[in-house]
Each structure stands twice: as C-alpha cells, then as structure tokens.
C-alpha cells in the first residue's frame, strides 16, 4: 500500500503527494485564480468590446457593422489571453497548445471549406462595405432592404417583408446593384400618342405637367424626344431626376399625371389595334 501512494502520477508528484493539505492549498489557490483570471478577462473582454462599437454608433458617418465585427474580434483575443495566462497557472507550456490548436485549426479548416468561404467573404464586406445596413439592394435577381450583415449571410427584407437569407459567398463573387449609394435617381417614362396628334404639343404637356412636380429637379436638365415609332403609336422617352427616397412613388405619380394631362389636352393615348380587310370572292 505504501508504495501504491509514493507512486509517482504527474511531474513526479505522488498519490501521497496529493493527499497532502499544503498540496491541496495550492490546488485550490490555482483554481481560484484560474477563475479570477477568467472573470476579469470576460469583463475587459466585454468592456472593450463595448467601448469599440460604441464609436461606430455615436458617429452617423461610421460603419456600425464594421465596429461590431472589431469589437466581437478584440472581445475574443482578450478571453483567449485569458486561458493561456489559466493554463500557465497549472504549469501546462502554452508553446505547445498553441501547436495543437494551429493543427486542429488546419484540420477544421480544411473540412469546413465551405464555411470559410463564406467567413473570408463576410470579412471582405465588413472591411469593404460594398453594402451597409438600410440599403436596398439587388444581388442575383433577389432585391431587398439590408437588415443584418454578419460573418456567413446577409439578411434582406424583400419589398413584400419577407426574409431572404443570401450566403455571404455568393454576395461577394457576384454583382452587386446597390440603389441607396447615390443621392438622386433618374425616373423613366415611356409615353405613348396617336399619330395624328401634335407633337409639339404633346412633348410640351408631357414635360410642363413632370416639372410642375417639387419632386422634379432641373440640374441635370430632363429629357424627353421621340424615340420610336410603334405600329399604332409614337412613343416619346421621358427621363427627369429625382431624390433617390422619392423615386418609386413619384414614378407612380407623374404616369398618372401624364395621362390626366394628355386626355385634358385632347390628346389621344392608343392602344394596340388591328384593321381586318374583308375580301369577297366572286365565285
């Protein structure tokens, strides 16, 4: 039985060893500070955090999405400075669970490829910001208002509110229509009329009743000419600016108003028709 306790289990420590007060003293005193060490980490981890997105929301003219990425990154190198200072506490050498982990790391990588991509991609749009929070935006033919952007997906709200979640690979390696960057946008009409109408006077009604709009801007000046000639009409393209958030409804509005404005002047809109020649046979 005694040499069973003087058996040596770790670092030449034995069971007797163990069984010790002052050993047991000690172990305690290294819990306890492996979990003071790790309580204080998460505080000055989470404290830090908070401090760094904190900037992003005080200044309008910063990316908040950009400083939450940075505030989750520093929150979590923090918390894992603090388990290796926990570890050296209990004497295990942290050169060599920093080796495993690289390892690990590799090995999880490789057979999470997919994943990572889209982790690679999503750091890409942090840094980048090709897309912020509230844009609408069109990414392979799915349109939406941006409601989150985070490390694997972005998260749209479709124009009907209803959620579209888009890998953040395929945001990244695909074109990107972003409608909220520019301040003004460029309405267009396509106006058609009959071919016996005045055209002078057509162009004239079509243009005074879009400028007499407070939505419309002069700078840059509109556009209008005619642009095609139809089997049954003579189609005027019409283009005026506007600020980029009254740009659908004030689209709806002016085909409206043209059309009141035309039948106020008399002058005919058509619609497709087809003349149909009746031929008798004498016989």
């Known amino acids: 039985m005694q040499n069973l306790l003087n058996t040596p289990i770790i670092n030449g420590t034995s069971i007797m060893d163990v069984l010790t007060v002052e050993f047991l003293v000690s172990a305690f005193g290294s819990v306890l500070t492996a979990i003071i060490i790790l309580i204080v980490g998460f505080i000055i981890g989470s404290w830090v955090s908070g401090r760094i997105e904190s900037i992003g929301r005080r200044n309008r003219h910063l990316d908040e999405t950009l400083f939450n990425f940075l505030g989750n990154i520093v929150r979590y190198v923090i918390i894992g400075f603090a388990f290796l ?96 960057v520019y301040p003004q946008r460029r309405a267009e009409w396509v106006i058609g009329v009959g071919y016996g109408a005045n055209l002078a006077e057509a162009e004239r009604t079509i243009i005074d009743t879009i400028m007499a709009d407070p939505r419309s801007l002069s700078d840059p000046e509109p556009f209008i000419q005619v642009n095609n000639l139809n089997a049954s009409s003579v189609d005027f393209l019409v283009r005026v600016w506007c600020a980029r958030t009254d740009y659908f409804q004030y689209q709806a509005d002016m085909t409206r108003k043209i059309k009141e404005a035309l039948d106020a002047a008399g002058i005919e809109i058509p619609f497709p028709n087809r003349t149909v020649h009746i031929v008798k046979d004498d016989d």
């Open 85 to 180: 200072f926990v570890l050296n506490t209990f004497g295990v050498q942290t050169t060599s669970v920093v080796a495993v982990i690289g390892a690990a790391g590799l090995a999880i990588g490789l057979a999470l490829q997919g994943t990572l991509s889209n982790v690679a991609a999503g750091v890409m749009i942090i840094f980048f910001r090709p897309i912020k929070l509230g844009d609408f935006v069109e990414i392979n033919d799915r349109a939406g208002t941006v409601k989150a952007i985070n490390l694997n997906f972005i998260e749209l709200a479709s124009v009907g509110n209803f959620q579209i979640i888009i890998p953040n690979s395929e945001v990244w390696g695909n074109t990107i229509v972003n409608y909220s």
